[in-house]
């Protein structure tokens, strides 16, 4: 049982600060992420709601009392990694590996988190 809250905790931490990154260039680079998502093809004008929806998923996955919350906020992440990924991928621009490994990132702290909750 601790060897799975240790990797859970080691998961879920990397996740977020993987998260918290992305935010803070949403929001303090907002020139560079609004040209990279114009050349995804995507309106910048979702770059700040999307920065809050990774915010309060950050937060549901942390908080032990948001269970529904939280199954949705793995949901919505699984979603936007694969996203992110093939996005990096059609266009080409090498970029992918940050997805994959924040989608690593997830499904091990989504299996850790359903092993210490059982």
Do not use: C
Not at 58 to 83: D, R, S, T
Request: avoid cysteine; glycine fraction near 6%; charged fraction near 15%.
């Amino acid at each position: 049982m601790k060897r799975d809250k240790i990797i859970f905790y080691v998961a879920t931490g990397l996740l977020s600060l993987l998260m918290l990154f992305s935010v803070s260039m949403y929001f303090f680079k907002h020139e560079d992420v609004a040209a990279m998502f114009t050349n995804f093809g995507y309106p910048t004008y979702i770059i700040y709601p999307y920065a809050v929806a990774k915010l309060l998923g950050v937060f549901a996955i942390w908080n032990p009392n948001f269970k529904a919350i939280k199954e949705w906020a793995y949901a919505g992440f699984f979603f936007a990694f694969v996203l992110a990924f093939f996005a990096h991928f059609m266009i080409g621009d090498g970029e992918q590996g940050g997805a994959l490994l924040a989608f690593i990132l997830l499904i091990i702290s989504y299996i850790f988190n359903k092993r210490i909750n059982k």
